[in-house]
Nanobody, 125 residues
Framework: QVQLVESGGGLVQAGDSLRLSCAAS????????MGWFRQAPGREREFVSG????????YYVESVRGRFTISRDNAKNTLYLQMNSLKPEDTAVYYC??????????????????WGQGTQVSVSS
């Protein structure tokens, strides 16, 4: 059974940085693509970023491009999201996800097979 556990969320001020981590257990996910999504209160889950199995392909939603960086360490079975220059509109629960299609880095929810429980990120103005 695959488990994804996010950590690193918190309450910060606008302009601050946070680094989210997503630790996988139960099986190695080195052949899986992985991604980050977020969901703000009253809104649908939104794609943030994706990375292919070998980090050769990455993709970001326009609103975070240039501020967020996705990365992974396959030896540690861990996914990261470095978030800089945070804005109040980045406030949401952030979820990591894993897709068997190791090359998929897109925004659709359906290709992702495993999901974490989420970590809260709150950015005050």
């Amino acid at each position: 059974q695959v488990q994804l556990v996010e950590s690193g969320g918190g309450l910060v001020q606008a302009g601050d940085s946070l680094r989210l981590s997503c630790a996988a257990s139960g099986r190695t996910l080195s052949s899986y693509a992985m991604g980050w999504f977020r969901q703000a209160p009253g809104r649908e889950r939104e794609f943030v970023s994706g990375v292919s199995w070998n980090s050769g392909r990455t993709y970001y939603v326009e609103s975070v491009r240039g501020r967020f960086t996705i990365s992974r360490d396959n030896a540690k079975n861990t996914l990261y999201l470095q978030m800089n220059s945070l804005k109040p509109e980045d406030t949401a629960v952030y979820y990591c996800a894993a897709a068997r299609d190791g090359l998929y880095v897109g925004p659709n929810v359906s290709p992702y097979d495993y999901w974490g429980q989420g970590t809260q990120v709150s950015v005050s103005s």
